[in-house]
């Protein structure tokens, strides 16, 4: 679901401006996981107890991964491409790990440490460019604040940034997400949380809905329905992965919903004509990338 999500993001993201799509994916994920939620009230055999601890996690979760996450995400799909994009979110795995480390006192083995460099030398070798490729600033999604200064500005135009600072929130995400699963077994409420906590950053953060709302009816259906599916797949692999935290180590879990590449680049390949430009160079980036996490994992202690 992750790696079909990538493709429909590139397609509509051709077809419809970003901040109407976001608005429109995030939008679905609440509301389609309300209805899943609604479904599991009527059919569950156990009353629903609440754990205050639990909500305020996934809320933060949502915060990073459903929000800060998706934002550098659909800026990076759009400056690098949806095969580039998601050998970026492979990367998560590994700064799962770095953070585990840092917070939570996990060593890393040696292994681990060139498993993790190796990720990045693959991370560098896709996303090399001698120049500096600027994207409309009509099609960029709003981030956390609307005034900017110029240097952050300049920061964020380096396409490298877009794709770590995604991994990152989706790492912080990820972490919060398992720590709220194992002490409240609530995937689709936890879900639910998160997409509400995104929805409501984005609108509080300087969504003009009026502006999207004039523009929403004269823009492309097909767009419209591709960020619809969107938000329905994103929403279901995210309720996916959070209830395997319950039954699977958690970067265990992150490293087999990330590896989004094995499934993108071959069909963007075939489907779409090569139309990024996936070279040996990139190829041989996305197997030193996929390397690397597979050996942080596996030596993980």
């Given at each position: 679901m992750f790696a079909s999500n990538i493709l429909?993001?590139?397609?509509?993201?051709?077809?419809?401006?970003?901040?109407?799509?976001?608005?429109?994916?995030?939008?679905?994920?609440?509301?389609?996981?309300?209805?899943?939620?609604?479904?599991?009230?009527?059919?569950?055999?156990?009353?629903?107890?609440?754990?205050?601890?639990?909500?305020?996690?996934?809320?933060?979760?949502?915060?990073?991964?459903?929000?800060?996450?998706?934002?550098?995400?659909?800026?990076?799909?759009?400056?690098?491409?949806?095969?580039?994009?998601?050998?970026?979110?492979?990367?998560?795995?590994?700064?799962?790990?770095?953070?585990?480390?840092?917070?939570?006192?996990?060593?890393?083995?040696?292994?681990?440490?060139?498993?993790?460099?190796v990720t990045i030398l693959g991370l560098g070798v896709v996303a090399y460019k001698p120049t500096v490729h600027v994207a409309n600033p009509q099609t960029r999604v709003q981030g956390p604040s609307k005034k900017r200064t110029l240097s952050i500005m300049d920061i964020l135009r380096a396409d490298i940034l877009l794709g770590i600072g995604s991994s990152l929130a989706y790492a912080v995400g990820t972490l919060l997400r398992g720590r709220g699963i194992r002490t409240w077994n609530e995937p689709i409420l936890g879900a639910l949380l998160g997409a509400a906590a995104g929805l409501l950053l984005y609108v509080c953060t300087g969504a003009k809905l009026r502006e999207l709302a004039a523009t929403l009816k004269v823009s492309n259906r097909q767009g419209l329905l591709l960020y619809a599916v969107s938000g329905v797949l994103t929403i279901s692999a995210q309720i996916c992965a959070i209830w395997s935290f319950r039954f699977i180590p958690i970067s265990v879990s992150n490293l087999v919903t990330l590896c989004t590449p094995l499934v993108v680049i071959p069909v963007t390949y075939l489907f779409f004509k090569n139309s990024e430009a996936i070279t040996l160079k990139v190829l041989i980036g996305a197997l030193l990338a996929i390397s690397g996490i597979a050996v942080t994992i596996m030596s993980a202690k």
């Open positions: 429909i993001t590139k397609a509509a993201a051709d077809r419809v401006s970003l901040n109407l799509g976001f608005l429109i994916s995030v939008s679905v994920n609440l509301i389609f996981c309300s209805l899943l939620f609604a479904i599991e009230l009527v059919t569950r055999k156990t009353t629903l107890q609440l754990n205050i601890t639990a909500i305020g996690i996934f809320i933060l979760a949502g915060a990073f991964s459903t929000y800060l996450g998706r934002w550098f995400f659909f800026e990076s799909v759009i400056r690098l491409g949806a095969s580039k994009a998601s050998i970026f979110q492979v990367s998560s795995p590994a700064f799962t790990a770095i953070l585990a480390w840092i917070f939570l006192a996990e060593s890393l083995a040696l292994p681990s440490i060139i498993g993790i460099i």
